[in-house]
């Protein structure tokens, strides 16, 4: 049966694209303002055509912005795997034995979420210096992890819940160890959930600022990306040629990994509201 | 290949005892079904013998050996599931060798026993399917050789075929019975449905709240009920169950139903039940035959329904009102040909009967 076209089918291809074109504006934004001189950022009234310089990548390069790129990059990706590993295998644990307390520790561990991390930045700070943790790739790791781990553990436990058990007896049964039912029959099934799971822990550990601000140095070892954009600063005010640059050169391996993720992704982030 | 013994099994879930001190004796070979209702302990019992449940009490053996403590890999069982039976990212042909691959055994190995199964089977064409492309039946038949590629000890099947279409059951009911035959392995088979039972067991256990209530052969289940519970499950249509109050006169022992009708019983079941007075009566659909006209010990009835089945014809008869004013009815099955009409008038005699503890619902079977 051929597809009929009708008013409504229209009208929501418009809405589809007008959405996605107010997303991309500031995109679009970020990618012209990196490629302009600094008296085009500046002018009065935006300038659509204008000359094309990468003068403003080239300050990056001269800059230690990549390997503060390359922070971010080690940071986010490693505490992304930790805490997407640990909290499937505790989300595995909560959904398959029975737990002394259970629905207690659940709401324990959501509970961590539920003030402003900001909140406890402070205390944070201290117990960081006091551990000589300040400034240290490990510790950022640590930290990342442990705000993501709540929220991995909740959302893969929804995941696994859905994954019949039968499938795991009858692993069982066929000879298989439970660790080893666990790497063949949950995590397949499970890859949908993994990933979305991955996608969000690696957006928060990457944009988070306040933190990676705080408990790092200036110029230190550990710096990642969000605060090095924002200390780009050049004599005459912020240099917004550089920083849009920074910006960009910033969203591009997020993007690459939610591009290569995203057949998971788009049955991760409407799981429960479609049934399969 | 091996017989399996339950010894007095007990198992709870929480305060909920879902099996009590349950004994069952497998023998090796047969095919074994255990039918009850949903929440009777059958799929209880199937898994505790797969070892995944832990038992409270008692003892599973395997050809004498203890399996009690062992771990389902262990155990050497081959468990197909009522649903999710295969696993949807891998290939049919992967799901068959799934149970192998832990085996260690070669790579050429595997591939000939799949083939070999799936040649039985008749399912070489679908191997490089996966799940989600393959019908109810299809993967039904993936299912069990999956099951048959390990050659296990003992087969479990937990209502392999219950989300399957009618046709489709049929059909599978017999290529199961036959497959087990052809291969010689002791197969426990779960059904609440009391059809697949009849036609597929060499011996049936009746469950009921986590107890056995009967064990035997259907023959056996179907004539003669162990109690009241067997005897209003087996057969379709179940047999007619009522309260009969006995009484004694010129010799004869009558069975008085409601109000005032009265039949005669057969002299050897009455006399069992003489003492009692009042006894569950039971009567099979076809020990009931329907005359059109009064003859000797026939009681009046009047027809309230029929279903014209084609093979048979199966007629409701009203008996009359109860004390509580609740119609009781029985249902009588004749042959096709016989005509009966709604609200006809027709006489009713009873050929042959069993009857029941009134309080303990047990049949009665010796004085």
Known sequence: ?276 | MASVRLESITKCFDDKVALSQLDLEIEDQEFFVLLGHTGAGKTTTLRCIAGLEKLDQGDIYFDNQPMTELDPASRDVAFVFQSHILYPHLTAFENMAFPLWPRKLPEIEVKRRVQDVAEMLHIEHLLWRKPAQLSGGETQRVGLGRAMVRRPRVFLMDEPISNLDAKLRAEMRTEIKWRQKQLGITTLYVTHDQIEAMSMADRVAILDQGKIMQIGTPIEVYNQPANIFVAGFIGNPSMNLMTCWLSESNGEIYGQLIGHLQVALPETIARKGIAREEVWLGIHPENLVIHPQEEDNTIVVEVHNYEALGAETIVDVNLGLDETDQRITMKCRIPPDQQVRVGQTVWLELQACSIFDRDTGQAIKSV
Not at chain 1, 248 to 253: A, G, H, Q, T, Y
Request: charged content about 15%; glycine content about 6%.
């Open chain 1, 1 to 276: 049966m051929p597809t009929r076209r009708n008013f409504s089918y229209y009208l929501s291809r418009f809405s589809i694209l007008l959405v996605v074109l107010i997303y991309l504006i500031p995109i679009y934004w970020i990618i012209v303002t990196s490629l302009k001189y600094g008296s085009d950022i500046s002018a009065p009234f935006p300038k659509f055509f204008f000359k094309i310089t990468f003068e403003n990548y080239q300050k990056l390069f001269a800059s230690k912005y990549f390997s503060q790129l390359l922070n971010s990059i080690i940071i986010g990706f490693t505490s992304t795997i930790l805490a997407v590993g640990i909290g499937t295998l505790s989300a595995y644990a909560f959904s398959r034995f029975k737990i002394a307390g259970e629905d207690d520790l659940l709401f324990f561990i959501l509970s961590t979420r539920m003030l402003p991390p900001i909140v406890v930045v402070i205390p944070i700070y201290l117990m960081y210096t006091v551990l000589k943790l300040r400034d240290t790739h490990f510790g950022l790791i640590l930290l990342y992890t442990t705000f993501n781990l709540s929220f991995a553990v909740w959302l893969m436990k929804g995941f696994i819940d859905e994954i019949p058990k039968e499938y795991e007896d009858a692993a069982l049964v066929d000879g298989y160890t439970r660790f080893q039912a666990f790497i063949k029959v949950v995590l397949p099934q499970a890859s949908t959930g993994i990933a979305a799971t991955a996608v969000f822990c690696l957006i928060t550990a990457w944009n988070e600022f306040a933190f990676a601000l705080v408990l790092t140095e200036v110029g230190g070892k550990a710096v990642t990306a969000p605060p090095s954009i924002v200390s780009a600063t050049g004599k005459t005010g912020y240099d917004w040629g550089k920083v849009a640059a920074g910006t960009f050169i910033f969203l591009v391996p997020v993007a690459i990994f939610t591009f290569l993720v995203r057949k998971h992704l788009l049955r991760g982030v409407t799981f429960g509201a479609i049934k399969k």
